[in-house]
């Protein structure tokens, strides 16, 4: 059974720095897809972040720059690293994996319950 787990969400100061994480079980191969969704409320959600199975990144052009998605040592686990972190940045993060590998098709079935990134002023 999949699951998808995130963690490394808090509470910063403008300016400041967040390490997201994200590790998925229950995968049936290495050629996965793990993205960032988050949703502010009364918003759309936005695919923040995406990185393919070959480790080509895709990111929201809001935060071109100052976020960056890698992937970590530990099997399945992939980072959100968010730099400079705005107060626009403030809302629940969600970590989310498609099986088909890219970030360029849809089909993010597996997701996590999220993790909460608040940035005060």
């Known amino acids: 059974q999949m699951q998808v787990e995130e963690s490394g969400g808090g509470l910063v100061q403008a300016g400041e720095s967040l390490r997201l994480s994200c590790t998925a079980s229950?995968?049936?191969?290495?050629?996965?897809?793990m993205a960032w969704f988050r949703q502010a409320p009364g918003k759309e959600r936005e695919r923040v972040s995406c990185?393919?199975?070959?480790?080509?990144?895709a990111y929201l052009d809001s935060v071109k720059g100052r976020f960056t998605i890698s992937r970590g040592n530990a099997k399945n686990t992939r980072y959100l690293q968010m730099n400079s972190l705005e107060p626009e940045d403030t809302t629940m993060y969600y970590c989310a994996v498609s099986e088909y590998g890219s970030c360029y098709i849809s089909g993010f079935r597996y997701w996590g319950q999220g993790t909460q990134v608040t940035v005060s002023s």
């Open positions: 990185i393919s199975w070959n480790d080509e990144p």
């Open positions: 229950g995968l049936t191969s290495d050629d996965y897809a």
